[in-house]
């Protein structure tokens, strides 16, 4: 009886990573960028519950609860300044691109 909750617990694990391999993979490329900006959403969501399980339970200041819910925070904030970084990027490619001034040389009555 004691495994019941672990196998419901790992049953939607395993489908949210099929669910969420066929949704980042039937996305169109023109989504892609939303689609960074909600996941990044995601991770803070996931930042905010490992918080919650950082707080000292029972009196005992390292519980593995505490040390497991530590570690999700490290990890989702890797996630997120990467996402940001990424989605940054992916925006920049959309920015028009600056003219570049002529450079004066002797040939074009510079003093070069």
């Known amino acids: ?3 019941t909750p ?3 617990i790992f049953t939607v694990f395993v489908l949210a990573i099929f669910v969420g391999y066929y ?3 039937g996305v169109t490329p023109a989504l892609h960028t939303p689609l960074m900006a909600v996941t990044n959403a995601l991770s803070s969501i996931v930042i905010v519950g490992a918080m919650l399980q950082t707080v000292h339970i029972d009196g005992s200041m390292f519980t593995p609860t505490s040390l497991l819910g530590a570690f999700a925070v490290f990890l989702a904030s890797i996630n997120i300044f990467g996402g940001f ?3 940054e990027r992916m925006l920049a490619m959309f920015k028009p691109k600056a003219k570049k001034a002529p450079v004066a040389t002797s040939e074009n009555g510079g003093d070069a």
């Open 1 to 3: 009886m004691s495994s």
């Open 85 to 87: 970084a990424v989605t």
């Open 23 to 25: 949704v980042v993979w």
């Open 6 to 8: 672990f196998v419901a």
